[in-house]
Structures are given as C-alpha cells and as structure tokens.
C-alpha cells in the first residue's frame, strides 16, 4: 500500500481546484490561522516549534456531496485527507500537518430523523452528543454512549474511535448504539452499511469495521443511531471504603450481586487528594477510596436495598446521594481532577477484565518505586477501563517542555502489566498516533497485517489519515 506525501506545490493546486471548480466549499489555505486544525486534545499540549506554526488546508464542507467532492480533488492531487470532528481526541487520532487536507465535519450538523417508535436518530457526524440528548429529552429517550467530553465531542468522532464514556457498565460503548453507515471511501463513492431495524445479518457486519477505525477506512458523514428510553428513575449512589485497596476488592460484591448499575466509577485515594485539593470537596473527610454509582430504571429502592447490603458487607459506608449532591458528584467526576504547572504528567487508557481491577491498582507501587514517579487512577470499573495519571516534579532549571522518558517509560510499563492481565492497551481512547507502538505488542503479526490488507482493499493510496491507528 503506497502512503500519500504530497508537495507544497500539491497542495496549491488542490486549493487552486477548490477554488475554481468548487467555490461554495470553504476552504481556509495552510497559514498560522488554521493552526488549531494541526492536533486534537491528546497532542495540543505538545510543545510547538519557537517559530510561528502553519496549519493544515481545512475543508469545511456542509453537504454529502461537498465531502465527495473533496475526497476526489485530493485523490487527485495526491493530498492526504484527515478527517476530523470536534478536535476533542484523546490519541491524536485528528493531528495533521502543514501537506495534508483536514476535511472537518464540524459543519454537518443535521439532526435528519427521531423516531421514537423505531427508537432510531439519524443525524450527521458533526452534531454533538450533548446537542442530540438536549433534542431527544422531550420525546422522553436518549443517546447512551457518553464520553467525558460529551459536551463538546461530536457524535462522528465517537464513532471514529467507538468511544465509551461512564454508562458503559449498562448500555455499552458506542458500536453497541450505532446501526448504520453512510461512508465516503477513498474513490469518493458514498456507500449505506448496516440496517435500521434492530437486527440485521445480511453481509459481512462492515458496521462494526468502520466504528472505531479512527477514519483510516472513509469518513462517515451520516449514522443511524439506537436510542434508549429515559430511566423512569436515577439515583446516585456512594461507597467509601478506608483504603484503595479495600475499594477495589470490593468491585467483586457489585458483580456478585443482582443489581446492574448503569455507572460504577472508581477513585482510589490519590485522585480524591487531587480533586479535594482543586475543588475543596471534602471527599478524603469521607474515605481513603470511593465507588460513585448510578443506578436507574424500574425497582430502583429494591436496587439500592441489595447494592446497599451487599457493599456494606465488604466494609462500603454506602448512601444514597440528593440529586443535588449527586449532579456535583458527577460533575466532579468529568471535570475534577487539576494538574499543577510545575508537575510533568502523563495521562492513560487501559483496560483489563474487570475481576483484574484490584491487581492493577496493587501494582501502581511496583511502578513507582521503579520509576520514582507518581501513579494514580480513575476508573470506569464497571468495565475494567482505567484512567491512570503518572506525574513527576519539574525539578528547579529543568525545561518544563522536555519530560524524561521515564515518565513514558513507566506508562508503558503499567499498558504491559495491564496486557499480562488479559488487557488491553486502549479501551476507548483509539490508537492514534500516541498508542501505535504499544498496539503493535498486544497484536500479533499475522493480525497486523490483516488489518493492513483492510486498509490497502478499502484505500489502495493512503488517502484517509497515514500514520494513524494501525
């Protein structure tokens, strides 16, 4: 499969093309303004060069066939195409450079259809998630997929990376909530993939291929999603327990009982110092480690009796939460954690059987005595997906903008323990560009390359976005 390098002199006669043959599409020409289009959240805290940045040349179509359009002039023109959502990425997925076109979906933001019988949306890639539950709340139904970003990730990018979010423990990631496709390939060709009813078996299942693919595969600019009714009730719940490791052992008594939260979320007791400390939360006054839970549906006093008596048992001060208390819980949760200035840090996505969980956090002490860093986790426990932050104090004269490789080192040490467990190295960020080596050692080579042969079938050239996830 040949990758895509186009010359400056490409790139001006892709422009060029636009502008003659299609100007009702917006294009904005590589300069110092479109800058913001060279990463997404995972690589905008990388240090950029002293001199002034150029950006990428940025597409921002509003149509379908506009994205068609823009595929076939730079397949033309031999200019690699990212495509890109909202930017809010976690893997850098969405980076590009000064030589590639960025064709943004930002502006396909149609809600097409809600049918609350069928209990299917279909909407375009740029509407955000927070924007179809506001839609959706007066027909009594919601998106379940949420991601922490939820308020500012589009419903295409969490389709490009199959995002989670926290009521992944009930309702699953987002390829559990997608039905249908409607791609542009490399050809510039536009194909429907998947059904609208629930079930569907025609054909190789090209819907889960494309959901997670991080746009190497086409760029999606139309989704049919199933919708979930509005719980008729929700309670937020919390354990404390004296220590991380009490907390994390205590994991087993929710799956060993009937009840099914939608949301179990864990904090081990460094990230609730951190959260005290930037929010003044008084959540270390309460406990050493914390299980925030959110229950919802029919029963829910019955749910929480069982849930009540089965943590208890393994040593939990459970209560049951106001709504007030439980709304600044959750937003603690998304928006709480703080980094000081004078730490280096790096952030994580892992995930291991959920039985694993309390290994993971045991290790964190191997790690540090190893390394001489800092290591602590947030959770979304009830799937076994970590969050783990690792830092290390800027020493006085050090550049803030060059960390060790210790730092890293020891982050990748943690993705290999977490292999060992039967984990993996992302379960819901995607890969990338900032996850690229660490998946290589969780795949084996055979499976590579068959990734590679899917990738050369689909897109023979190497249009849509080289050098990401495989």
């Not at 359009?69 to 495509?83: E, F």
């Not at 990730?153 to 987002?174: D, E, F, H, M, Q």
């Not at 719940?237 to 991380?244: E, M, P, Q, R």
Request: proline share 6%.
């Amino acid at each position: 499969m040949s990758v895509l390098a186009a010359t400056a002199s490409a790139v001006d006669a892709l422009v060029s093309d636009l502008a003659s043959e299609h100007p009702h599409i917006e294009v904005r020409p590589s300069s110092g303004a479109t800058v913001d289009y060279l990463d997404d959240a995972a690589t905008r805290l990388a240090p950029r060069p002293s001199h002034a940045p150029f950006g990428p040349t940025v597409a921002l179509p509003t149509t379908t066939e506009q994205v068609q359009q823009l595929v076939r002039k730079a397949a033309r023109r031999g200019v690699a195409v990212v495509p890109r959502g909202a930017g809010s990425g976690l893997s850098g997925g969405a980076s590009a450079t000064a030589d590639q076109l960025v064709i943004s979906t930002e502006r396909l933001t149609r809600i097409i259809e809600v049918s609350p019988l069928d209990e299917v949306a279909v909407v375009e890639p740029g509407v955000l998630n927070s924007e179809l539950n506001a839609h959706l709340a007066p027909l009594g139904l919601f998106y379940a997929p949420d991601p922490a970003s939820w308020q500012i990730s589009s419903i295409g990018g969490n389709i490009a990376t199959n995002a989670g979010g926290l009521r992944c423990a009930k309702y699953g990631v987002t390829r559990e909530s997608v039905l249908a496709l409607d791609v542009v390939l490399a050809d510039g060709s536009l194909i429907s993939i998947g059904h609208r009813s629930i079930k569907g078996v025609t054909g190789l299942d090209l819907v889960s291929l494309f959901v997670g693919s991080e746009g190497i595969l086409g760029i999606v600019v139309g989704a049919t999603v199933r919708l979930r009714p509005i719980p008729v009730a929700r309670r937020t719940v919390t354990a404390f327990f004296d220590t991380t490791a009490a907390g994390a052992a205590a994991l087993a008594a929710i799956t060993a009982s009937r009840v099914r939260p939608s949301i179990v979320e864990f904090f081990d007791q460094p990230t609730l110092d951190n959260i005290d400390q930037y929010n003044d939360a008084g959540l270390r006054a309460r406990g050493g480690s914390l299980l925030l839970i959110e229950l919802d549906g029919f029963g829910i006093d019955e749910q929480f009796t069982e849930l009540h008596d089965a943590l208890k048992a393994v040593g939990g001060r459970v209560q049951a939460e106001t709504d007030a208390a439980g709304h600044a819980l959750w937003e603690l949760r998304r928006s709480g954690r703080g980094f000081d200035a004078n730490t280096w840090f790096a952030g994580g996505d892992l995930a291991v059987p959920k039985s694993r969980i309390p290994e993971v956090y045991a290790h964190f002490s191997e790690i540090e005595a190893r390394f001489g860093v800092e290591v602590s986790a947030v959770a979304h426990a009830g799937d076994g997906n970590l969050h783990p932050i690792i830092t290390l104090p800027i020493p006085a004269g050090a550049d803030a903008a060059t960390p060790p490789t210790t730092l890293h080192d020891a982050a990748d040490e943690l993705v290999r323990y977490a292999l060992s467990l039967g984990g993996t190295v992302s379960g819901e960020h995607g890969i990338g560009t900032v996850k690229r080596d660490l998946a290589a050692i969780e795949l084996s080579a055979r499976t590579r390359a068959a990734q590679h042969a899917l990738k050369a079938a689909l897109d023979p050239t190497g249009l849509f976005n080289p050098g990401k996830a495989i």
